[in-house]
């Protein structure tokens, strides 16, 4: 029975999914020992997990269940953001089931059939799971045609509700997306489709909503009035890792700019949605994300490069041609800048400057908006010298948090103004502990919140972008970069052009 004082409207309170289960394809993957088996243990933890949820696996290991129980419980232990509790484990180990078997192999999809309908009966789920691809993009066909021939993607035959989720890669380029994601809607049907962009979970992502659309402070001056031009950066300080294959196919622009970049350009450039509801927010973004234009000189505009042996930390690092199972002739790039427009009302003539890459300085991702300079200085030049550009910079991760920083006088008996910073800290503000990306997706997919999912057609509008930068790169070789520096030189120039330069995170 509902609570009639509660107001269904109110966010405040955690919301428990219904009963249900959900099945990971791939769970002894990368993907799923470091994120997703944590995030479960976390999300019981915080007893945010309906009772006897029931949690399946699915790889081609000849194991039982307990081999899967055990190997969850490392990735639990080894990965799992909140204190370990043997009760919490417990329950949660009680409600996991292993079926071996490969995508091909129909017997394995019927096995997996009976034990979820089974589970149904046992556990009380009425049929309602999701079911996570957690696996090589080039097997998402096979799976999705088993689902549909055993029905298992059909909520009508299930007597519950059916989903599923699709990590990123999603496709290579437009038609890849178009047929992959015409595949996929298929057999779902589009509202049970939710593709993880794994930013959106991220709190001071969703913060971006809060700060424009909650405060009176700064939506006045969120447009090309006001904004001079716009910085978003995705550094990392790491290199591929194990993931050469993966990675020496894909390459910067299609790995971040395709999804988590232009994600972030939707938020920080679209209109205010009518209503805080995922149909209105998504509306919102695929607006901005067709509007966006790519610059006509692709040469001097869109940079991309590939790191060379360096320095990191004090310690040397291998060139990416050197890096293990990557051809030593390769020109992929581990570097992606590109000046992007979004030609609306609002933001005409506004560049958007976005740069993503590898064993850069430092791992920081922020958005920086930096403002126009005052039209008068009713000062001597001299007083203003060190003054530069308003800006907002939003961080993203880590040290989440926003800064401002604003021109102030130096104390003293002269007139200098000079740039100074306020900073608001997450850490330093809020007592609680932001919760894991995966934590509040996963949880959105049982609870059927679709607002943090971008929709194919945000996924399309994304390639749109990204493919005459692929085709303009094509067969040329990326600009060289040392490993621990903020990639190549082309991308500096590229800014100076403009006459700018890049915020130095
Ligand atoms: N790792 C990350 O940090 C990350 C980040 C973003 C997105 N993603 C995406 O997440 C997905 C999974 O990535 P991952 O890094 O976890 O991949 P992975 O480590 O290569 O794991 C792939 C999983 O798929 C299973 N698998 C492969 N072929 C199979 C087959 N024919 N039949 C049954 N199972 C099969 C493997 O199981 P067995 O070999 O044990 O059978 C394994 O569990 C990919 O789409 C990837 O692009 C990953």
């Known amino acids: 029975m509902t609570n009639p004082l509660r107001d269904p409207r109110d966010r405040r309170l955690p919301r428990v999914p219904e009963a249900c289960a959900l099945v990971v394809f791939g769970i002894t993957g990368d993907l799923a020992r470091k994120k997703l088996l944590p995030a479960f243990y976390d999300l019981a ?51 996991m089931r292993f079926v071996p078997g490969s995508f091909d192999d129909d017997e394995a999809f019927d096995n997996l059939t009976t034990t979820l309908n089974d589970m149904g009966d046992t556990h009380g789920i009425q049929g309602n799971a999701a079911f996570f691809l957690s696996i090589p993009p080039a097997m998402f066909p096979v799976v999705l045609q088993q689902m549909q021939r055993t029905g298992l993607a059909d909520n009508d035959r299930s007597g519950g509700w059916r989903r599923v989720v ?60 006001y904004v001079d031009s716009v910085q978003i950066t995705m550094a990392e300080d790491g290199g591929i890792g194990s993931r050469a294959a ?124 930096s403002f126009s300079k005052a039209p008068h200085l009713p000062f001597a030049k001299t007083d ?27 104390p003293g008996s002269m007139m200098e103004v000079r740039d100074v910073s306020m900073d608001f800290l997450y850490g330093e503000t809020f007592t609680e502990a932001s919760p894991e990306a995966y934590e509040r997706l996963l949880l959105d997919v049982l609870l059927g919140d679709a607002m943090l999912f971008p929709l194919n057609e945000e996924v399309e509008a994304s390639w749109d972008v990204v493919d005459p930068l692929e085709a303009h790169w094509a067969g040329a070789e990326p600009h060289r970069y040392r490993a621990g520096e ?9 800014l100076a052009r403009d006459g700018r330069v890049w915020r130095r995170p």
Request: proline fraction near 4%; avoid cysteine.
């Open 45 to 95: 933890n915080r007893g945010l997990l309906p009772t006897n949820f029931a949690l399946l696996g699915f790889a081609r290991r000849d194991w039982g269940d307990g081999d899967f129980i055990a190997l969850a419980e490392k990735a639990a232990r080894d990965y799992a953001r909140t204190e370990w509790r043997e009760d919490v484990w417990e329950r949660l180990a009680g409600n």
């Open 166 to 225: 699709v990590e990123k890669p999603f496709g290579h380029d437009l038609n890849s997306a178009i047929e992959l994601n015409t595949l996929v809607d298929d057999v779902f049907g589009w509202r049970d489709v939710y593709r993880i962009d794994h930013y959106l979970g991220k709190e001071t992502v969703q913060n971006l909503l809060a700060l424009r659309f909650a405060n009176n402070l700064f939506e006045p001056i969120w447009n090309a009035h």
């Open 246 to 369: 993966f990675y020496d196919e894909t390459g910067a622009a299609r790995d971040v700019l395709q999804n988590h970049l232009l994600q972030l350009l939707a938020l920080t450039a679209m209109e205010e949605p009518v209503q805080f509801i995922p149909s209105a927010i998504r509306t919102e973004k695929l607006k901005v994300l067709r509007a966006v234009t790519v610059p006509e000189d692709l040469d001097a505009y869109a940079v991309r490069g590939q790191y060379e042996q360096g320095w990191l930390a004090g310690e040397r690092v291998a060139g990416y041609q050197q890096e293990k199972d990557v051809p030593e002739d390769s020109t992929t790039e581990t570097f992606a800048a590109v000046r992007l427009g979004v030609e609306t009302r609002r933001w005409a003539g506004v560049p958007f400057y976005l740069r993503t890459g590898k064993r850069l300085p430092r791992r920081v991702t922020e958005i920086a908006l």
């Open 384 to 410: 203003t010298e060190e003054l530069g550009h308003n800006q907002l910079v939003v961080r993203v991760q880590p040290d989440e948090g926003m800064t401002l920083k604003f021109g102030s006088k130096v």
């Open 486 to 494: 903020w990639g190549p030189d082309a991308a500096d120039q590229m």
